[in-house]
């Protein structure tokens, strides 16, 4: 769920005009509100998109998009929110060392540009679907959900010890992210979208839902008296 960065989570129920609001009710009127925004992103990879792809005599997908972050499996693409990045090792070596090391081979085969590299080792955790309502966060239920999976990978550094590439490798040939992306804003308090969701009358029935109070019953009109 990407507006989870920027908004808190509901834990309780909220009644708004004579209807109940679950919290997963806010959390999906929430999700449709910043889904139709026009807000900025930041998305880094390329999406694989099909099957064009081969593989290299070292063990490296020869598809780009593929190479850089790519599905688990096939083409399908799930958004999972991201909840955690550890880095488990981290070896500085030679151009040398690296190549000897990951491909018997005396030269790297890689990126001319790289004058050092740096084998790594990192977990990212993010957490799978549930139609388990109420504040996960809050009740510590998040727990529950949160799955992740260990990468190998080279890092490519210039002589200013920047990164400017890399290589996966074992296992994460295969097994790495399709891409990631991150908003950068909120959408404007007065967004209203194409089938008339407003973000200012969802705001209100998700403050509601996190400081667990219902909402009036009901909503006072402006009337005027006919003469």
Partial sequence: MEPAIFEREPNCPVTFNGITFQPMDIKALVTTVYDDSNISTVFTGARYNGYNDSIDEYGSHTDESYRDLNPDAGTEVWNQPVVGFKVYEQTAMTLEKAAQTFYGLPD????????????????????????????????????????GADYDYLLELDENEEIIGGEWLY????NHPDFLWLLKEK??????????????????????????????LTVRLNTHKAT
């Fill in 187 to 216: 959408p404007a308090f007065d967004t209203a979208i194409s089938i008339g969701l407003s973000y200012a009358n969802v705001t209100m029935l998700l403050e509601k839902a996190v400081d667990c109070f219902d909402a009036p």
């Fill in 108 to 147: 790297y085969p890689w990126n001319n540009a790289s004058k050092s590299i740096v084998y790594t080792k990192s977990r990212l955790s993010w957490i799978n679907e549930t139609y388990t309502d109420g504040g996960l966060v809050a009740s510590g239920l998040n727990e529950n959900f949160t799955v």
């Fill in 171 to 174: 296992g994460s040939h295969d």
